[in-house]
């Protein structure tokens, strides 16, 4: 036995003088208790993989690293679409053999180019376009290789009609231009169109309903008509008329789940004074029903309306004689909404995430009656009204008469239908403004200006494009920036649980929004802004899903509370025996060792 | 034949102007004051809004969020009620049309029947408990959890089984519940009658029940009404200042007098512009005008049918400062005395000329309000934490009719839908036929108490948990009031309102159950004395095998060999415990004692040492 070396220590007298018990020992020792304990280490070990897929949670697998790319690669390469542009020169005395179609082309790109910005702005053209020419002249035709392979436009068919009585008015033009061209439309996707007419009058350009403008008048110099069409395709059909060329896209007021509710109000200030309604059923049916159609690919739009009462405005307004009205200015607007009294409340129909627009229709009591918007510039408001991006808009409607009604019998009056009308295009104008567009009907420049075209169902088609790319690439955005903090966070914190919905979420945005990109790519702004909400959709839905909440019920800290009473301990003791074992070994072996050189 | 067209014609024309009148929304504010026995004021307000047409989504009265509400969940009725304090149902009535419609349990209640297919019912309560938690600013959503609302089947007729029913009774009720419901009406408190609602007056009263109830025809439901109904109710039970009365007031034969100001601290300034009628109600209790009648007809000597009931405003007893548009009297059969009904409309006050009731006592009049037939209390009994049961007892309130009556079984009809853990509630329905003669009947109810899961304990578990009120009605026993009105279009909702044959009904007791509460960290404490022993048990054992038992002692004979023994006694004592003999070492000269010390020292230092590192690095 090893443990009593010295009860074998006489059976060696020849070197027993030598022999120290303290340094040597004259046996092997023994392995069978470090054999013991190194097993209950090892099987310890063994049972750690077990123990720890014991206590694992669910955690449903993410595709990380595509999420990271995404939005890297969103925030890297911001979307930008392909446009195709297409000019039109009808009666210019050019000499054909010495200017050919395609260094038309050329110049007009080399326009564009200089004109918009440098770098890729998300949603834009960027420099991805193409230009192609025609030329019609007296009986010639001719035109750059991609228009003809692509059939863009049929020569002399713009000559068909009466060309000359046909400029004099904007919409008939438009619409024959709209038809000159329909057939070829459908097969070659969007293209952007200035029809250049050389006439004897003064130079006007003007912008259609559909995709189509037209420059008429006196143009003499060819390299200011290029410059001119370069102008109306980069600032117009590109930028969509907005000034200052900064793209607000932050500020689109799309709710998260894709919806908004536009939310109509009519406030009587002191129904004391007088009681106004409205026949909003009319005007829903006749002037927000196409407006909803039309932005359908956008949001999904839904309509409410009521009528409150005792809504006093929160802010002060001072009477002016001259004008003999009350006047409030620019720098009370802050304090026009009352939101103690407006209870305009949010939606039960709308769901939690949906964006809703507020309109409001003030009506002014009759102690602050008519009731004027001073413009710092110190004109009147032609509208009277004002907007809050984000929220919704305002438009103070006066009564025509400041008089009280008489006695104590309320009358209840509707606002007459024009006023109505009225209120309701400027609410046109303010919807419009929310989405970043231009609400006027002129489009001035340092250099130029354009008349803007309006339609009947409040956008047209040139401002859905450019709202539609705008969408795509604040939707991409945003489901990128989502997707990225969502994957941040579920790295951050190793023990929350994911449930399969959400992983499933996460996959399904991916896919959607790698097809809204391959749409953008392709030039289909229409279904990239669908497949792009639903990318965006499915990102909010997954991080704010309910189940996320969980991380909090089991901690690191819960857990280790939980088993450190035994763990800590028991891994302790199994650990100092294997370590003592096995010095004692070592020990023990030295000894053994010493003895065996002393006895060979 | 002209002729005949044209009265087809004016026949045509009438109709088309009576359906345009009919698709009007209306609005409709009251106010009931009614004096009651105890020297107290019942207030009753009713707003009424009533939406004929539901076709379109656009309103210029109705509450926006009401329409979307039903629309949205397919709401056929609704009630939600708010309520602090306990309705008396001792002395201010329990057998009138007001207290069996507008006393409420406390806290909150809600029940709603849904138009939806069966299935969807769950769902569409639970999305609607969550909605109205979010307008009316409660935790109405704690209703949602299927432990905490029930489907009766007997409180309503034609339910179904698509009638849901809940009940807070813990919900504090305060002013944050009542501005979400002032914003459904179209004036807010700003003007009109709901403007006397000054929140310090309101809350301080005994009893405050606020109320929503709507009615819904538009899913193809077959009723009297069409469209819309949406009544608010809030009833109030104040007691009239001290100094208003006179110096007589603080005897307790006077009734205290009052005014609406006094009352409420407001007047009223005008009445809503928006409603179609504004009208304040002074009800006076069959029992209060027989009493009024038997000291007129003392002290004037007429008979009491004599009486002038249209001059009956200012008498011997008392006196309203202003004289009422009308007097209503109620029509009833022979042996049950008439109530009174005062009618004021506000339409003429302004803000120059508030409209301020005052009522004046001039004698003392004493009198008690008709009770329901059986008074119902419920209580606990038992003792312990293990069983208990809820005891409810019926006991006759004196009304009794000649014949008695005897009947083999009291219960006619039962109904248990026993209590699921943590599923379903226990409800238990029954209809109970009992004689007129009998005095007093109780009913009790066994219940073992059970353990809860620990995370289903609710924060303060030691609290103990409460048990919505028991409701009692009277399916035999209808009241209300007729009144003589001339069939006018212009019908008030409150006087139809009290006109309407109604089920007597009471709520009993909340109660409050204690649960047995566990000790919350026993959880851990578990966990960690299992650890402990398994700890315990296996270090030994590892301990047990690699122990050298032979070299030991070996060891410890070398170390008594070395060591002067200072304590034999205790080595002596340690040897014994050790089983072994325990033998005098032979003394050597100690040397090394004082190395020993050192050797301690220092450990002692280090030890020392790395305690205040480490409660300086991470301390």
Same mark, same amino acid.
């Given at each position: 036995m090893a443990e009593l070396p010295e009860a074998l220590n006489q059976e060696h007298p020849s070197n027993s003088d030598l022999f120290d018990p303290k340094i040597m020992r004259k046996t092997k020792p023994g392995v069978k208790r470090l054999f013991l304990t190194i097993t209950v280490l090892l099987s310890f070990l063994a049972g750690v993989p077990f123990f720890l897929k014991s206590i694992e949670i669910y955690r449903s697998p993410i595709p990380f690293s595509e999420m990271d790319t995404l939005s890297n690669s969103i925030d890297l390469n911001p979307l930008v679409f392909p446009c195709r542009f297409h000019v039109v020169f009808v009666d210019f005395d050019f000499d054909f053999r010495e200017v050919s179609a395609d260094t038309l082309g050329f110049s007009v790109l080399e326009n564009m180019r200089k004109l918009s910005s440098s770098e890729n702005v998300c949603g834009t053209c960027g420099n991805n376009f193409s230009v192609s020419v025609t030329m019609e002249s007296g009986g010639d035709c001719k035109e750059t290789g991609n228009a003809v392979s692509s059939r863009l436009w049929k020569c002399e068919r713009v000559k068909e009609g009466n060309l000359d009585e046909m400029l004099k008015d904007d919409e008939r033009f438009d619409d024959y231009l709209n038809d000159v061209s329909g057939g070829s439309e459908e097969g070659s996707g969007k293209v952007y169109r200035v029809v250049v007419v050389r006439r004897d009058a003064d130079i006007r350009a003007v912008v259609g309903k559909n995709r189509h403008a037209w420059i008429v008048g006196r143009l003499s110099q060819v390299d200011e008509t290029i410059k001119m069409v370069a102008e109306v395709f980069v600032k117009i059909f590109v930028n969509g008329g907005i000034k200052d060329g900064s793209i607000h896209s932050e500020f689109m007021p799309v709710g998260a789940d894709g919806r908004i509710v536009l939310s109509f109000n009519l406030l009587n200030a002191d129904p004391r004074d007088w009681i106004y309604d409205w026949n909003f059923q009319e005007m829903e049916e006749s002037l927000l029903a196409p407006i909803i159609r039309t932005l359908a690919p956008l949001a999904n739009i839904s309509i409410e309306s009521q009528v409150l009462y005792h809504t006093p405005k929160s802010s002060f307004a001072y009477w002016d004689k001259e004008k003999e009205s009350y006047i409030f200015s620019t720098k009370d607007l802050p304090f026009f909404v009352n939101s103690n009294e407006w209870h305009l409340d949010t939606s039960i129909a709308a769901g939690g995430r949906s964006k809703i627009l507020q309109f409001v229709v003030y009506v002014p009591s009759a102690n602050e009656c008519p009731l004027l918007l001073q413009l710092p510039n110190g004109e009147i408001s032609m509208t009277n009204g004002f907007i809050s991006p984000m929220w919704g808009s305002v438009i103070v409607w006066n009564p025509s008469r400041c008089t009280r009604d008489s006695g104590s019998f309320h009358h209840r009056n509707k606002i007459p239908q024009q006023d109505l009308e009225k209120v309701f295009e400027v609410f046109l104008g303010q919807l419009r403004q929310l989405f970043g567009l231009n609400s006027g009907n002129l489009y001035h420049d340092a250099s130029s200006t354009f008349t803007l075209l309006s339609t009947g169902k409040g956008f047209t088609e040139w401002e859905l494009d450019f709202l539609s790319r705008q969408h795509t690439c604040y939707n991409l955005l945003q489901c990128g920036t989502t997707l990225g903090s969502l994957s941040r966070l579920v790295q951050s914190l190793p023990r929350m649980i994911i449930k399969d919905e959400i992983g499933k979420q996460v996959k399904f945005s991916l896919e959607a929004a790698k097809l809204a990109r391959g749409n953008a790519s392709h030039g289909i702004s229409d279904a990239s802004a669908v497949s792009s909400r639903e990318a965006r959709i499915l990102a909010e839905d997954a991080f704010f899903?309910?189940?996320?909440?969980?991380?909090?019920?089991?901690s690191f800290e819960h857990c280790f509370a939980v088993y450190s009473p035994f763990f800590l301990p028991v891994s302790m003791h199994i650990i100092l025996a294997v370590f003592r074992e096995f010095r004692r070994y070592k020990q023990q072996n030295a000894k053994h060792r010493a003895w065996r050189a002393l006895d060979s | 034949m002209a002729l005949i067209l044209r009265i087809l014609l004016i026949l045509l024309t009438l109709c088309l102007a009576t359906t345009h009148e009919l698709n009007k929304e209306e609005f409709h504010e009251e106010l009931l004051l009614k004096p009651l026995s105890d020297r107290k004021i019942l207030s009753h307000f009713h707003f009424r809004h009533t939406l004929p047409d539901v076709t379109h989504s656009h309103h210029s009265l109705f509450p926006k969020a009401v329409f979307q509400l039903v629309q949205k969940f397919r709401v056929r009725e609704l009630e939600l009620s708010f309520t602090q304090g306990r309705w008396n149902y001792e002395r201010w009535g329990g057998y009138d049309p007001l207290s069996s419609s507008n006393a409420k349990p406390p806290g909150v209640e809600l029940w709603a029947i849904f138009d939806v297919p069966q299935h969807e019912v769950d769902a569409s309560w639970k999305n609607l408990t969550h909605t109205l938690s979010g307008l009316f600013c409660a935790s109405i959503n704690f209703l949602e959890s299927s432990t905490e609302y029930s489907a009766p089947e007997w409180g309503s007729q034609q339910s179904s089984g698509k009638l849901r029913y809940g009940a807070l009774p813990r919900e504090a009720v305060c002013t944050e519940n009542l501005t979400p419901w002032l914003k459904l009406l179209p004036c807010r408190d700003k003007a009109g009658l709901a403007a006397l609602m000054d929140r310090p007056s309101i809350y301080r009263g005994y009893y405050h029940s606020q109320r929503l109830h709507l009615t819904s025809s538009e899913f193809g439901a077959v009723g009297s009404t069409t469209g819309i109904v949406l009544d608010q109710t809030l009833t109030l039970v104040l007691q009239p200042d001290k100094e208003t009365g006179s110096m007589y007031s603080g005897s307790s034969i006077y009734q205290p007098n009052w005014s609406m100001s006094s009352l409420f601290g407001r007047e009223v300034?005008?009445?809503? %512009?928006?409603?179609e009628s504004s009208t304040v109600f002074v009800l006076l209790e069959g029992g209060l005008v027989s009493t009024l009648k038997n000291t007129w007809r003392e002290k004037e000597g007429h008979e009491a049918d004599n009486i002038v009931v249209e001059n009956s405003w200012s008498n011997p007893n008392f006196e309203l400062s202003i004289p009422p548009n009308k007097v209503i009297e109620e029509v009833t059969t022979l042996h049950k005395n008439p109530s009174i009904l005062y009618e004021y409309s506000v339409e003429d006050s302004e803000a120059s000329k508030p409209f301020d009731l005052e009522f004046r006592w001039k004698n003392p009049v004493a009198w008690s309000s008709p009770k329901a037939p059986l008074s119902a209390s419920r209580f606990l009994t038992g003792s312990g934490n293990e069983r208990g049961a809820i005891a409810i007892s019926l006991e006759s309130s004196?009304?009794? &009719?000649e014949k008695p009556q005897s009947l083999? &079984?009291? %219960?006619e009809k039962m109904r248990v839908s026993p209590s699921e853990d943590k599923v379903s509630p226990g409800v238990m329905e029954m209809i109970l036929r009992l004689p007129c003669a009998v005095n007093s009947a109780a009913l009790t109810i066994d219940f073992d108490k059970g353990f809860l899961h620990i995370?289903?304990?609710?924060? &303060?578990?030691?609290?103990g948990f409460d048990i919505p009120s028991a409701i009692v009605s009277f399916p035999d026993f209808q009241t209300k009031i007729d009144f003589l009105v001339g069939n006018s279009s212009k019908k008030s909702p409150m006087i139809s309102k009290l006109q309407e044959s109604r089920n007597i009904q009471s709520y009993t007791e909340v109660l409050l159950v204690p649960l047995t509460t566990p000790d919350f960290s026993m959880p851990y404490n578990v966990i960690t004395i299992t650890c402990t022993v398994f700890a315990l048990y296996f270090g030994s054992l590892l301990n047990a095998l690699r122990r050298r038992v032979a070299e030991e002692e070996r060891h410890q004979r070398e170390i008594a060999a070395k060591k002067t023994v200072r304590f034999p006694l205790l080595f002596k004592l340690l040897a014994m415990l050790r089983g072994q003999t325990w033998e005098q070492p032979p003394s050597q000269s100690s040397t090394s004692t004082s190395l020993i010390n050192t050797k301690i020292v220092i450990k002692v230092i280090i030890v020392a040492g790395i305690a205040a590192g480490w409660q300086y690095y991470y301390g």
């Open positions: 899903h309910p189940s996320m909440m969980s991380v909090s019920y089991y | 300034g005008g009445k809503c %512009v928006l409603a004196g009304r009794k &009719d083999g &079984d009291f %219960v995370d289903e304990y609710p924060p &303060d578990a030691n609290q």
